[in-house]
DNA sequence: GCAAAAGTGTTAGAGATACACCCATGT
DNA sequence: ACATGGGTGTATCTCTAACACTTTTGC
């Protein structure tokens, strides 16, 4: 073993995950009563510490899957919670993820283990510690990210509709897009390839299924242009 | 005390700063020799460990003021580094910073206690650890922010000219844009005061200077709309 | 007068918005 | 047939890109 940093204080390091879903109606987060002490019992994000031998990726990774039963899952750090006081029994650093799950494929796996509850993103009960502070700060990450990368296809199963996508979005910015322009902008950016059959069950008439175009995907994540009217205005 | 979280491994917590300043040349980075061991007197990023009653923006901001005197800098917390042997000396977390300066106000406060330098962005030495990564990534961090946030004015001096404006983003994009769309878009933005007097030394007929709108620039840090030409192509 | 850099003007084209209209289908 | 939501068409307007042109001043 190397030798140490002395007179360095050692903290606890752990990750929380903010889970997003979307039902069709509504966009939501996965939340989790509380296991350990203190304050077990109560809402909370779905975290964990970071182990010995495991970056803090692979953490969010295995805390994701061992909820959910999912892997390969869209995963982002985007901020590090560092308040000395931020965790009442002792100070623990909490490094900060969003995931975008399709909340279909989640259903599948579902345990409950972890007492695990989708809750709509504008009414959800109190959380410990800061967590409502990371839930407001990953919204807002969201939205940013959202304006000019592709990753809310994440949040959608394998096949979907334009009416969807776009619900979805509207629901993302608190603020609603004008259909035709929508489409138009959507399937400019080349992403999607459209289906055979239909969903029937929004409509009479039906509205085509896409898929999205995964060869293009990594490539082209940053081809979303002005999908979002005036991203300026909103964020 | 309260109690402790048991059998959780506590690790040590630094924060690095990349140090961004701009001579009207080159975007620079300032860079220190590295006074601890290991590796001691190699070249590293500036940084230091998070100490018990402070939280990372502020340990960050008292290890910038150490290097540099300066106070109330723009900094920006962007990513966490995590990996388990990323330090070669015991585990460390560090969690990264950027920070935009202005080089001159900077050289009023140098200290040599740290043997800092300036290094062109694209041409700098080899860095300790993951520094180097760091560094890649808050120069794209930078970059993505700045097409959407007025922040580049953080790396010039008080009055300073369009031309020497533009010259920054055309190294901050590694682009160069029409002068007629940049001076219009920028003045599009109300941000800008023009002053009375020119700055002589470029050229002969001499450029107006302008002073932020520091009262705007608060609400107004994200109206910059597309003063990058195809922000989607370069990032 | 000429060179050099600052700054203005102009035009063609692309893209965005708004809104009207057509389409397909279940009842 | 008609109501309903999906999807298309289109006129208008704004913004952008490109580039030509004018201005100012030192030499």
Request: net charge positive; proline share 11%.
């Given at each position: 073993m190397a030798a140490k940093y002395s007179n360095q204080s050692r903290y606890t390091v752990a990750v929380d995950c903010i889970v997003f879903g979307y039902d069709g109606q509504n966009l939501k987060i996965l939340l989790v009563k509380r296991?350990?002490?203190?304050?077990?019992?109560r809402w909370s994000l779905m975290g964990g510490f970071v182990a010995k031998n495991e970056s803090a990726d692979q953490a969010a990774s295995r805390i994701l899957a061992s909820l959910t039963g999912l892997k390969d899952v869209y995963q982002e750090q985007f901020y590090t919670f560092t308040?000395?006081?931020?965790?009442?029994q002792e100070r623990t650093i909490s490094i900060a993820y969003f995931s975008l799950i399709d909340i279909k494929k989640y259903k599948e796996f579902i345990s409950d283990a972890y007492h695990a509850e989708w809750f709509s993103i504008k009414d959800f009960p109190n959380l410990i510690f800061d967590h409502e502070e990371m839930v407001k700060t990953a919204k807002k990450r969201l939205q940013y990210k959202a304006t000019s990368h592709a990753i809310l296809f994440e949040l959608l199963p394998d096949k979907f509709t334009l009416p969807l996508l776009q619900s979805l979005f509207e629901d993302v910015y608190e603020s609603s897009f004008d259909k035709g322009n929508f489409s138009r902008k959507m399937l400019s950016t080349g992403l999607l390839l459209k289906q055979?059959?239909?969903?029937k069950t929004g409509s009479k008439k039906g509205a085509y299924f896409y898929k999205l175009d995964r060869k293009n995907y990594q490539q082209n994540?940053?081809?979303?242009?002005?999908?979002?009217?005036?991203p300026n205005s909103i964020l």
């Open positions: 296991a350990l002490t203190p304050l077990k019992g308040d000395p006081g931020r965790d009442s055979r059959d239909k969903d994540l940053h081809k979303i242009l002005k999908l979002v009217p005036n």
